[in-house]
């Protein structure tokens, strides 16, 4: 079947009770047992409930794996995997990465005695040694959308014996399948596109490794980073229109950059869509769309401070992925736990999150406020 059609029906079967079209929302803690360790599949929420699993049976089809786990968060996710390693064990990441991420390596893993390594994205490959027992990419970044070669770092990190684990929270199986270009692990924030309406919080984690999949399950159990029923069941109704909607975002970002290219309150528009951008092509290689997220350089802080003040229709908002459209000032917000590395956002960056409104409205609103903004400035 094709993703569309995955999305709607991959694990959400009429219910057999009732016939209801819908996945229901399990809202329940346990359930009873036919005689002392004799149930159907099912004893305790946090180890096992029929929403998430419809969650997790879907979205891990969408990514070409054969297990799936859900999580109470992004982060929930991203700690989960981290358990697969050791203090002591060597990890590569990208160096721009979500500050969330970034906060959790620098200030809780390291001090633990786990030893990182960030670098550029063009030089993760290179920097994976016979040492190193995880990679952690993103691509494309947060916030700068510096593209990385998923295909070439898999490579060097089998060689090395490494596990590669890709954030794909900016392009979604829709766009993008690192499974498919030799990931280990993918990894989520469901809060995102795949929830897509800024209602919910979540996260999830994919393999094809029988042996990472079997630990990843003891881990989700055992931590209990698991999500309720109802987020579970609010990203499985998101995933239904993923499509639709990442075809009107990768529409207006794509709009919106080609708007904000050459405008002269802009320094450099990031966009790996735009032909200038250095990772366009291997973007155009192992993405079928470049995605909603747009990020840009203004001439000085306090032009990005003034501008994201003017907006009307663009909102003021950390997160992304939304329906509707958001911009912030990573270096302030997001990314606030960067300031003291040497990757920092600078602070004078914007970013949005493109959302599926009119994309006439939304250049419009920059317009504006980007004239208002350099002009105050």
Not at 4 to 17: L, M, N, S, V, Y
Not at 60 to 84: I, N, P
Not at 288 to 312: C, N, P
Request: proline residues 5%; hydrophobic residues 45%; negative net charge.
């Amino acid at each position: 079947m094709d993703f569309e059609t995955r999305a709607i029906h991959e694990g959400q079967e009429p219910d057999p009770a009732t016939g209801a079209i819908t996945v229901p929302i399990h809202q329940t803690s346990t359930y009873v047992q036919d005689a002392v360790g004799e149930h159907k599949g099912y004893d305790y929420s946090r180890t096992a409930n029929p929403t998430r699993r419809a969650l997790e049976t879907c979205l891990a089809s969408l990514e070409g794996a054969e297990h799936g786990f859900a999580f109470s968060s992004g982060m929930g996710a991203t700690t989960t995997v981290m358990h697969l390693v050791s203090p002591g064990d060597r990890i590569v990441a990208v160096d721009d990465v979500y500050g969330g991420t970034y906060r959790l390596f620098s200030k809780i893993y390291a001090p633990k005695g786990y030893e990182f390594e960030f670098t550029k994205a063009d030089g993760v490959a290179a920097a994976i040694d016979e040492r190193t027992r995880l990679v952690w990419i993103e691509s494309p970044t947060n916030p700068l959308l510096n593209v990385v070669d998923i295909r070439a770092v898999a490579e060097a990190a089998h060689a090395a014996g490494a596990v590669l684990a890709v954030d794909n929270t900016f392009a979604t199986p829709y766009l993008q399948r690192p499974l498919e270009l030799g990931a280990d692990i993918v990894v989520h924030s469901t809060t995102k596109y795949l929830g897509g309406h800024s209602d919910l919080i979540g996260g999830f984690a994919c393999t094809n490794d029988p042996t990472v999949a079997e630990r990843l399950a003891f881990l989700q159990n055992s931590l209990g980073a698991v999500p309720g029923p109802f987020d579970a069941w609010l990203v499985l109704r998101g995933l239904k229109t993923l499509a639709l909607r990442m075809r009107r975002h990768c529409e207006n970002a794509r709009a919106v950059a080609e708007f904000l290219d050459g405008h002269p309150a802009v320094e450099r528009v990031l966009y790996p869509g735009l032909p200038g951008h250095p990772g366009h092509e291997i973007a155009a290689r192992q993405m079928t769309d470049f995605g909603g997220i747009v990020s840009f350089v203004t001439g000085s802080v306090e032009e990005a401070t003034a501008l994201v003040a003017r907006t009307r229709i663009w909102k003021l908002a950390e997160s992304l992925g939304g329906v509707e459209s958001l911009i912030e000032v990573p270096a302030a917000m997001t990314h606030a736990s960067t300031a003291d590395a040497p990757f920092a956002a600078p602070a004078n960056l914007v970013r949005l999150s493109v959302g599926i409104e009119s994309a006439d409205d939304l250049i419009a609103d920059l317009e504006s406020a980007l004239v208002r903004s350099a002009a105050t400035a």
